[in-house]
C-alpha cells in the first residue's frame, strides 16, 4: 500500500468526527451528523481535514470509517422487511429466547420483539442433528412456492437458519441456491456463515440482525465509494469491525452485523494506546459522545472482548433484556447519556436523563436548530462548562437563552428550583448513571473499577470526566490529546484483521489432534484472503483460543491456546491451561471431571500501525497564566465563582493548573474539579491528580 495520509472518520448520533495523520501531523473535524444522508457530512469533515493539511483527495492512501448506523437500525427498527426461514417445529424459538426472567419480580415485563414477525417466520422441512447427520431431507419441492410468497410479500431480505446447521450447512446452502435463483435481487443470509457455532436462538438472532441491517448497510457503503470516487479518492476504503479489526467494504457488506458497536471499538483501541504509550496496566475507558457513553475495562494494553453482546436493551442494565448477537465484539457497557441525551421530571419528580437523545437534528436546545427539550449539553451550558462563543472551535454558537428556557420549562419549574440547580440536578445525575454502569460492568466482569486510572474521551467526556472520578473513588483521570475525535484516532491504530469462530465439539480424553489441525487450517484458509485484500504481503499474527469447560455444564470460559500443530500428548497441555484460565475465574478447580472444546477462535492479523514515539524528556514545571476567567457554577457553594480559563493549544509539558478551572479546545473542554489539580504530562495529554 502506498504511503500517504491515513484518515478515520467516526459517524456518531450527533456528530461526525475526522482524523487524518498525514506528514507526521495530526489534524481532525468534528462536524453534525446529517442523519438523512450520513455520507454528507462524512464528505463535509473529510474535505475540512484536507483543506487544513492542504492535501488532497490523491495524497491519501487508506480511508478506515466506524459507524453506528448499524447500531441505530436496529434499535429504531428502521432496517429491512426480512424473512426467516427455519427447521420445522422451531418457527417460534427467536420468540421463546431462552423463557429467563431477566427481571424476576417484573409481572408486566416486557421483551425486545424479535425483529423478524412471526407472519414473516416460515417452517421448512428439514433436520440435522447435532452430529451433522441428516435425519430428514431438505424438502426442495417447497422452497419453489415458498420463493413466490416471498416475491409476492415484497421481502428485501432473507435469513435461513436450520438447527444445528453449524456442524452441516449442507441444508442452509441448497436453500440458499434455489431462494437465490427465483429472488436474484433479495441478499440472503445463512446462519452457519454469520455464526457457526451452537445454540440455536443466538445463532438465529445475529442471522436475522444480519439480514435486517444488510440492504441499508450495503446502499450506504455503495452510495459512500460513488461519492468518493467522484471527488477523486482512489485510496482503499475499510470498515471498522466490533471486535477491533479492519475488514474490506465486500465483506461489511456480507456480514454488516459485524459493523454493530465499530464507533465505540474505535474508541476502546484509541484508549488502550495511550495506555500502552503511558505504560498503565489498569485502564477506565471512558468515551461520552453526544448520544451515548461507553465504559470498558482494559488490562495490560488490552481492552476486554467477548463473542457476544445484547443490542436494543429494553432494561438499562439488565443481561437478557436486548437482542443477542453471536459475533466477536470489544466488550463494553454503553448507555443512553451522552451531550445530547434528553432530561426531564418523572411522575414521581425525580429528574430523568436519557436515552433518548436529541441527536443532530434538531440537537440541543442550545443549538438554535428547533430542539426544546433540554440535554446535557445544555446543562453544561448554563453552568458555564462551555463557552458559548468558541463550541466547536467558534464555528457554532451556542444559544444560552434557549437552553434556559427549555431547563426553566421541563426541570426547574417541576421542581420549583432555579434554573442553575435544575442544570446542577441533571449533570449529577448523568454522572451517577455513568458511575454505577461502571460499578455494574466491573462486577459482571469480576473485576474492580477501583485503583484504575480514567481515560476520558469523547466531545462530552473531558467536561465529566472529574466528577466521575470522583464518584468511583479514583484519583488519577487522563485526557489525550485529540480527545473530542478519540474514536477516529483509535480507527487509525485498528490492524486489519478478521476473526473466525466454529463450534466443534471435542473432549480431551478423546482428543483428536488431526481433527483440530485441519479445522483450525481451514478456518486459516477462509480469513486469509480477507486479510490480504488489505495488508498486501505484510506478516500475519495468528492467534487462537477456544471455549471449554468441564463436562456438564452449561456455560464456557475463554482459554488461550498455542499457535502450532496439535498432537495426540497436547491433552495435558490443553487441560493444564484451562485449569490454570478457571483457576483464575473461579479461584479453584474441579478435579475428576473431564473437559471438552466446544468453540474453536482463529484471529489473524496484520501488524497494528501504532505510534512509535517516545515520550520527550520532562519539562521544568511551570504555572502559565490563564487565557480569562468566566463564571462557572460551584456545586459546594451553590454560586457562580470566577474560574480561570486556559487554553489548552497554550499548554506546554510541565504546565501545572490548580483546581478549579476549565481547559478548553476545539472539540471538548476539561473541567478540573476542586478536587482536582492538572499536569500536562510529556507528551501533552492533560493529568488529573487528586489532592492527596
Not at 333 to 345: D, F, L, N, P
Not at 496 to 511: C, H, K
Not at 580 to 593: F, N
Request: proline share 7%.
Amino acid at each position: 500500500m502506498r504511503q500517504g495520509g491515513r484518515l478515520g472518520v467516526d459517524i456518531g448520533g450527533t456528530f461526525t468526527d475526522v482524523a487524518l495523520e498525514a506528514g507526521g501531523q495530526r489534524y481532525s473535524a468534528k462536524i453534525l451528523t446529517t442523519p438523512e444522508a450520513p455520507e454528507r457530512a462524512v464528505l463535509e469533515a473529510i474535505g475540512v481535514v484536507l483543506h487544513e493539511a492542504v492535501l488532497g483527495p490523491g495524497d491519501l492512501s487508506i480511508i478506515i470509517h466506524g459507524t453506528t448506523l448499524a447500531t441505530n437500525a436496529i434499535i429504531e427498527r428502521k432496517g429491512a422487511k426480512t424473512a426467516l426461514l427455519t427447521t420445522e417445529g422451531f418457527r417460534d424459538t427467536i420468540e421463546i429466547r431462552h423463557e429467563n426472567r431477566f427481571e424476576q419480580y417484573d409481572v408486566n415485563i416486557d421483551l425486545p420483539p424479535p425483529l423478524v414477525p412471526r407472519r414473516l417466520r416460515f417452517p421448512v422441512r428439514e433436520r440435522v442433528d447435532a452430529g451433522g447427520r441428516v435425519l430428514v431431507p431438505l424438502d426442495e419441492a417447497a422452497l419453489l412456492p415458498l420463493a413466490d410468497r416471498l416475491a409476492a410479500e415484497r421481502i428485501e431480505s432473507i435469513a435461513i437458519g436450520f438447527l444445528h446447521s453449524f456442524t452441516n450447512p449442507a441444508h442452509e446452502r441448497r436453500a440458499g441456491e434455489i431462494l437465490a435463483e427465483r429472488l436474484p435481487d433479495v441478499p440472503i443470509t445463512l446462519s452457519s456463515e454469520v455464526s457457526p457455532e451452537m445454540r440455536e436462538y443466538e445463532r438465529f438472532s445475529t442471522a436475522c440482525a444480519n439480514a435486517y441491517i444488510q440492504p441499508l448497510i450495503s446502499r450506504y457503503l455503495a452510495n459512500l465509494e460513488t461519492l468518493l470516487h467522484r471527488e477523486g479518492f482512489m485510496c482503499p476504503l475499510f470498515l471498522m469491525l466490533s471486535g477491533g479489526g479492519l475488514t474490506a467494504v465486500e465483506t461489511a457488506i456480507r456480514f454488516p452485523v459485524r459493523l454493530v458497536e465499530s464507533g465505540p471499538a474505535g474508541g476502546a483501541i484509541f484508549a488502550s494506546e495511550i495506555a500502552r504509550q503511558c505504560r498503565l496496566d489498569k485502564v477506565l475507558s471512558y468515551d461520552m459522545g453526544g448520544t451515548t457513553a461507553k465504559i470498558c475495562l482494559i488490562d495490560e494494553l488490552k481492552p476486554q472482548t467477548s463473542r457476544a453482546f445484547e443490542v436494543a436493551r429494553i432494561y438499562r442494565f439488565k443481561k437478557g433484556s436486548g437482542l443477542p448477537l453471536r459475533i466477536p465484539v470489544i466488550e463494553m457497557v454503553e448507555i443512553g447519556a451522552g451531550g445530547g441525551s434528553v432530561a426531564r421530571v418523572d411522575r414521581l419528580k425525580r429528574i430523568v436523563v436519557g436515552p433518548n437523545s436529541a441527536g443532530a437534528d434538531p440537537g440541543p436546545a442550545c443549538y438554535g436548530r428547533g430542539g426544546t427539550a433540554p440535554t446535557v449539553t445544555d446543562a453544561d451550558l448554563l453552568l458555564g462548562r462551555i463557552d458559548p462563543t468558541g463550541f466547536s472551535g467558534g464555528r457554532m454558537a451556542l444559544d444560552r437563552g434557549a437552553a434556559e428556557a427549555a431547563m426553566q420549562q421541563e426541570v426547574a419549574e417541576p421542581l420549583a428550583l432555579a434554573v442553575e440547580l435544575a442544570a446542577l440536578g441533571v449533570s449529577e445525575i448523568v454522572d451517577e448513571n455513568m458511575a454505577n454502569a461502571a460499578r455494574v460492568h466491573a462486577i459482571e466482569s469480576g473485576k474492580d473499577a477501583r485503583g484504575r486510572i480514567l481515560v476520558a474521551f469523547g466531545g462530552a467526556a473531558p467536561l465529566h470526566a472529574a466528577r466521575l472520578a470522583e464518584k468511583l473513588g479514583l484519583d488519577r483521570v487522563l485526557v489525550p490529546s485529540y480527545a473530542g475525535v478519540g474514536s477516529a484516532v483509535g480507527f487509525l491504530r485498528a490492524p486489519i484483521a478478521y476473526e473466525i469462530v466454529r463450534s466443534a465439539l471435542q473432549r480431551l480424553d478423546q482428543f483428536d489432534p488431526a481433527a483440530a489441525n485441519a479445522l483450525l487450517a481451514a478456518m486459516r484458509a477462509e480469513a486469509e484472503p480477507i486479510i490480504r485484500r488489505g495488508a498486501g504481503d505484510a506478516p500475519l499474527t495468528e492467534t487462537r483460543s477456544a471455549f471449554m469447560r468441564y463436562r456438564g455444564q452449561g456455560h464456557e470460559i475463554a482459554v488461550p491456546l498455542p499457535t502450532r500443530t496439535y498432537h495426540d500428548d497436547d491433552t495435558a497441555i490443553l487441560r493444564a491451561v484451562f485449569e490454570e484460565a478457571y483457576r483464575r475465574l473461579y479461584s479453584r478447580i474441579i478435579p475428576g471431571v473431564e473437559v471438552e472444546i466446544l468453540s474453536w477462535v482463529l484471529l489473524l492479523s496484520a501488524p497494528s500501525p501504532s505510534e512509535t514515539a517516545a515520550a520527550p524528556p520532562p519539562s521544568e514545571p511551570h504555572t502559565p497564566q490563564p487565557a480569562r476567567r468566566r463564571p462557572v457554577f460551584d456545586p459546594e457553594t451553590g454560586e457562580f465563582i470566577e474560574v480561570a480559563i486556559y487554553e489548552r493549544r497554550d499548554l506546554l509539558p510541565g504546565a501545572f493548573i490548580p483546581g478549579p478551572a476549565v481547559i478548553v479546545e476545539d472539540e471538548t473542554s476539561t473541567v478540573v474539579s476542586r478536587l482536582f489539580d492538572a499536569h500536562i504530562d510529556a507528551f501533552g495529554y492533560i493529568e488529573l491528580l487528586r489532592h492527596v
